[in-house]
């Protein structure tokens, strides 16, 4: 009796294992909380920098006009307004999005309705390579091709906010086209077929029904791809143009609040206005991404209880 | 009574494999027809034949006549459209899409391009109420179709079905994936049904068939064994495996 009592109250080797593995992934989660929080609170306090310490006011630096942080204006304050920046990055966002969500359904529904077999077959590695490229080879051909053909057509110096958006609108084709395919894989095959029985042609179970029913997943597929516009920075940053001007139309030079980052950050001192500014551009990014997972969070909740 | 529908000598291989070694069935406007047999038989495969919807499967040749008002459902003339609005089918697993009731009766409706709110609110009404559904469903129309039982949403989905007012309706084994319950409100549906309908049921319920079908078919391997008024077939089957199928001896 009291043998039994004892194996079972005793930790086995499978008993400690356990508790070891527990310890081991309790660690690593605390770890990465511990860097989130820290990376959260390390921009955030940057960020803020420009108000606090700097006495930026908040509405000037979201609608000023002039970036030049390291001089002084007429009336002795600092020129911090990013307003620019913020209308650029938010228009390649968006047409970036508008051109290529079209083009992205299209490919995703011949590969999973109109020619399953061999488009997918065939389409699937393409996208994945379009996915593997690094963004700087993006932004070469668009400072080699687009760059000067747009110079050709309209003149000036052809970067702007249309480079930028045919840059992107490539970038954020496949992520976006990928995940429409698998928003349109979700439908049930049983949809298709009732709506076929009902005496729908194919293209009209296509819009009357498919995409309707993925609609909220179709959603979260182009604001992934509006998030990864939003944050890139490398391409868009050799045609865009770098210069903190507000864009007059799609063809003069300006800038996005990445661009700017990635061209002067290294060219600031730590803890002076220039680089606090500069901060307080990352944490918009920062505030933005979060929006744009709110976003996806949202429309995936309403998309659950659809379906 | 008049065959509304008659196949002779049908055939069907899927990519390589023949499934119907020559199947010859008539349907009786105003009955219900069912269809038995063990599963693999070709039940399914045959009742897809007779709206095309094995069309859909790539690699599939059906071969035979399908006389349909005296018209073959094959020939290259047939409008496909128009044809599945005729023969319309029910499938097994319930299948409403997840929109609003109303929406999903009326969107055979839609299809064939009516747009008068008015007409479309009696059809659903008339719909639903011969689905006999309308009860649960009449203070409930915008609501999402997915959100009822299953039994409702399959009475939805006949609803959705008698909408487009088809002359023959399909059902592969409606009621197998509900309850006793749901199924009994189904088959008096059915039943009531037949008045206007010729309607072919696949089922692998025997008792079901014999309270409901006026006629049944059994199947075997591809092959129509035998098919009678269903009142003389559970009685007295003429082949030795309709009777032991009947009696549980297989499948
Ligand atoms: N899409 C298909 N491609 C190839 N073979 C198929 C396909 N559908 C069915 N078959 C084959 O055809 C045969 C008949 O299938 P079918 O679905 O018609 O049987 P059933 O009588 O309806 O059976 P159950 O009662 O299980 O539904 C089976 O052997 C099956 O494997
Ligand atoms: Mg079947």
Same mark, same amino acid.
């Given at each position: ?9 005793? !930790? =086995?080797?499978?008993? $400690? ?7 081991? =992934? ?5 770890? &990465? ?14 960020? &803020? ?19 030049? !942080? ?19 990055? #938010?228009?390649?966002?968006?047409? %970036? ?42 932004? #070469? ?16 110096? /052809? ?23 698998? %928003? ?7 949809? $298709? ?86 901060? +307080? ?15 996806? $969070? ?6 659950? &209880?659809?379906? | 009574?008049?065959? &509304? ?58 071969? /035979? ?10 020939? !290259? ?19 409403? #899409? ?50 009822? =039982? ?29 309850? !006793?319950? +749901? +199924? ?30 006026? $006629? ?5 391997? /591809? ?14 089957? %003429? ?13």
């Amino acid at each position: 009796m009291d043998e039994i009592q004892k194996k079972l109250t005793a !930790p =086995s080797k499978a008993s $400690r294992e356990d508790v070891t593995g527990r310890i081991i =992934s309790y660690t690593c989660i605390a770890a &990465i909380i511990i860097l989130v929080i820290s990376i959260l609170y390390f921009i955030t306090s940057r960020g &803020i920098a420009t108000f606090t310490t700097n006495h930026v006011s908040l509405w000037q630096f979201l609608s000023g006009k002039e970036w030049n !942080p390291g001089t002084l204006n007429a009336k002795g304050q600092p020129q911090v307004g990013a307003l620019p920046m913020i209308v650029t990055s #938010f228009s390649v966002t968006i047409l %970036a999005a508008l051109v290529a969500t079209p083009f992205a359904i299209a490919v995703a529904l011949f590969m999973t309705d109109i020619a399953p077999k061999n488009g997918a077959k065939f389409l699937q590695p393409v996208i994945e390579l379009l996915v593997g490229i690094p963004s700087v080879v993006y932004g #070469f051909i668009g400072l080699t091709v687009v760059v000067p053909f747009i110079r050709h057509l309209f003149g000036g110096t /052809g970067s702007g906010i249309l480079a930028g958006t045919i840059v992107l609108f490539v970038m954020v084709l496949p992520t976006i086209t990928s995940l429409s395919v698998d %928003a349109l894989r979700a439908v049930p095959t049983y949809f $298709r077929s009732a709506s076929l029985a009902l005496g729908a042609t194919r293209f009209q179970t296509i819009y009357k029904v498919l995409l309707r029913a993925a609609m909220p997943r179709l959603l979260t597929a182009v604001i992934f791809g509006m998030a990864r516009a939003f944050g890139e920075a490398l391409a868009v940053q050799m045609v865009i143009g770098n210069a903190v001007l507000m864009p007059r139309n799609l063809v003069t030079p300006t800038s996005t609040l990445t661009s700017q980052l990635t061209t002067n950050i290294g060219n600031t001192i730590m803890g002076t206005l220039p680089n606090n500014a500069l901060w +307080s551009l990352a944490l918009i990014l920062l505030l933005m991404s979060l929006v744009f997972n709110l976003l996806i $969070r949202c429309i995936g909740k309403r998309g659950e &209880i659809k379906s | 009574m008049t065959a &509304i529908l008659k196949t002779r000598d049908v055939h069907l291989s899927y990519a390589k494999q023949e499934t119907l070694h020559g199947v010859n069935l008539d349907f009786d406007d105003h009955s219900i027809t069912a269809l038995i047999g063990p599963s693999g038989c070709g039940k399914s495969t045959f009742l897809r034949c007779l709206n095309r919807m094995n069309d859909l499967i790539p690699k599939t040749t059906v071969t /035979g006549s399908f006389q349909f008002h005296g018209k073959d459902i094959y020939a !290259p003339t047939t409008n496909l459209v128009e044809l599945r609005k005729q023969i319309g089918m029910v499938f097994q697993q319930p299948n409403p #899409f997840p929109f609003s009731v109303y929406e999903n009766v009326t969107y055979g409706l839609k299809l064939a391009g009516h747009t008068n709110r008015h007409y479309l609110d009696e059809q659903v009404e008339r719909a639903l109420k011969q689905a006999a559904v309308w009860d649960e469903t009449k203070d409930a129309l915008n609501k999402n179709a997915m959100s009822f =039982s299953g039994g409702q949403q399959q009475r939805i989905c006949i609803a959705r079905l008698l909408a487009v007012q088809p002359d023959i309706i399909l059902l592969d084994e409606p009621t197998s994936a509900l309850d !006793p319950i +749901s +199924s009994a409100q189904i088959e008096t549906t059915l039943l009531a049904l037949k008045k206007t309908y010729c309607i072919i049921i696949v089922t692998h319920n025997l008792q079901q068939a014999s309270r409901i079908a006026d $006629r049944t078919a059994f199947m075997l391997n /591809g092959n129509l064994i035998e098919d009678d008024l269903t009142s003389k077939m559970f009685t007295k089957p %003429a082949n030795q495996a309709t009777s032991d199928y009947l009696n549980g001896k297989f499948g």
